[in-house]
């Protein structure tokens, strides 16, 4: 069993993974990776990041970080749940950039959406940080939920008047 990762271990896979790659790229970290980088979780099971880069060769890397950290890492983004919001790229917060690779998180609003989507507790502990912190703006927030939404037909888990609902009451709106 791989240990939790805490902001070290996030930011010496950062680094690790920057030293290695040698082709300029984006990687995204989303999910338990943003709030342990951003501080209101000390640790998360899975360091999950989404790849804009020379895709093998950060791929290639990954098996042997993940042995030498002790940590795990998945491919997973809100667009593995959701539609990919428009501008998502432009609402990305830049971490840092190690080597030729530049870190951020991935588009808080699209995090918060799909967190909001799924209703974990933990997901939803997440979406009060995220508005809590000022990450996104609840006005927004429902005005790209709208935008996607005649297209979350594509993703046939997702029911779209429960979204809806959970966003409102996410938000404190009424139904």
Same mark, same amino acid.
């Given at each position: 069993m !791989? %240990? =939790?990762s805490d902001e070290r271990l996030v930011r010496e896979f950062m !680094? !690790? =993974?920057g030293a290695r790659v040698a082709a300029p @790229? !984006?990687?995204? $970290?989303? @999910? @338990?990776?943003? *709030?342990? =980088?951003h501080g209101w979780r000390a640790s998360t099971v899975d360091v999950d990041i989404a790849v804009e880069a020379e895709r093998d *060769?950060?791929?290639r890397e990954i098996p042997a970080l993940k042995e030498e950290l002790g940590i795990n890492v998945e491919l997973a983004s809100p667009s593995d749940f959701l539609p990919e919001l428009p501008g998502w790229?432009?609402?990305c917060l830049f971490i840092v950039r190690e080597g030729r690779l530049d870190f951020f998180h991935y588009d808080p609003y699209a995090q918060a $959406?799909?967190?909001?989507e799924r209703g974990h507790a933990r997901d939803n502990e997440d979406v009060r940080e995220i508005l809590a912190r000022g990450l996104v703006r609840p006005v %927004? $927030?429902?005005r790209l939920h709208e935008a996607i939404e005649s297209q979350l037909y594509l993703y046939p888990a997702v029911h779209p008047s429960s979204l809806r609902r959970a966003l409102r %009451?996410? =938000? @404190?709106?009424?139904s």
């Amino acid at each position: 069993m !791989r %240990e =939790l990762s805490d902001e070290r271990l996030v930011r010496e896979f950062m !680094r !690790r =993974l920057g030293a290695r790659v040698a082709a300029p @790229g !984006r990687v995204y $970290l989303t @999910g @338990g990776a943003t *709030a342990v =980088l951003h501080g209101w979780r000390a640790s998360t099971v899975d360091v999950d990041i989404a790849v804009e880069a020379e895709r093998d *060769a950060v791929l290639r890397e990954i098996p042997a970080l993940k042995e030498e950290l002790g940590i795990n890492v998945e491919l997973a983004s809100p667009s593995d749940f959701l539609p990919e919001l428009p501008g998502w790229r432009d609402r990305c917060l830049f971490i840092v950039r190690e080597g030729r690779l530049d870190f951020f998180h991935y588009d808080p609003y699209a995090q918060a $959406l799909a967190k909001i989507e799924r209703g974990h507790a933990r997901d939803n502990e997440d979406v009060r940080e995220i508005l809590a912190r000022g990450l996104v703006r609840p006005v %927004e $927030l429902l005005r790209l939920h709208e935008a996607i939404e005649s297209q979350l037909y594509l993703y046939p888990a997702v029911h779209p008047s429960s979204l809806r609902r959970a966003l409102r %009451e996410t =938000l @404190g709106m009424s139904s």
